[in-house]
């Protein structure tokens, strides 16, 4: 991935929080049939390995698992991304030149796939995937809450998979490249948007907070 020094992500330790918190993503891989990709949640594993592990899983009937054991793996991890406005630039009402952008915040994860067809890894995993998206929840499910025939029919039918992270590729685009005047501009008018919008908003100013000084 292309990535401008003053687009590189402001510390170690926001990558992680990246992966912690991420949601679902592509898992890429390749096939005899060539590139395959599938829509995933992981669970980011810090632990693991030297520089840990996404862990999640695929349905057995997804060929993907099947192949390319041990071979290179690609994630990508999606953060908050908005468009931006050039009418928020103090700069643009000063000389006219701007042009709108699109800032946000992305992880390209490589690593060793490895496919676990292994019961007793899928439900850890299932129950570690569950614990992270329920635990804030009024009332959280768990994989206890479900008979235990009904769980192990559907372990049946899942195959574990774990890309254990060789090399994070990070981009944190979030107008570093502008003035503090067109950062403000671009941070308020997000504030102006949607949810999403709101997001990048945070991030522009968390990334502030962490590269100050």
Known sequence: MYVPQHFAAPDLQAVHELLDHSGASDLVTWTPRGIMATLLPFVFDPAAG???ALLGHLARNNEQWRHGSDAEALVIVR??????????????????????TWNYVTAHVYGRFVAHDDPA?????VRRLTGKHESDRPLPWSVDDAPEAFIKGHLRAIVGVEVVITRVEAKW???QNRGPADVEGVTEGLLTGT???????EAMRDTQRRTAG
């Open 50 to 52: 030297e520089h840990g």
């Open 79 to 100: 953060g908050p991304d908005a468009y931006v406005s050039p009418s928020w630039y103090a700069t643009k009402r000063e000389h006219g030149r701007a042009v709108p």
């Open 121 to 125: 890894w899928t439900e850890s995993l």
């Open 173 to 175: 685009k979030l107008s």
């Open 195 to 201: 949810p999403q919008d709101h997001l990048v908003a």
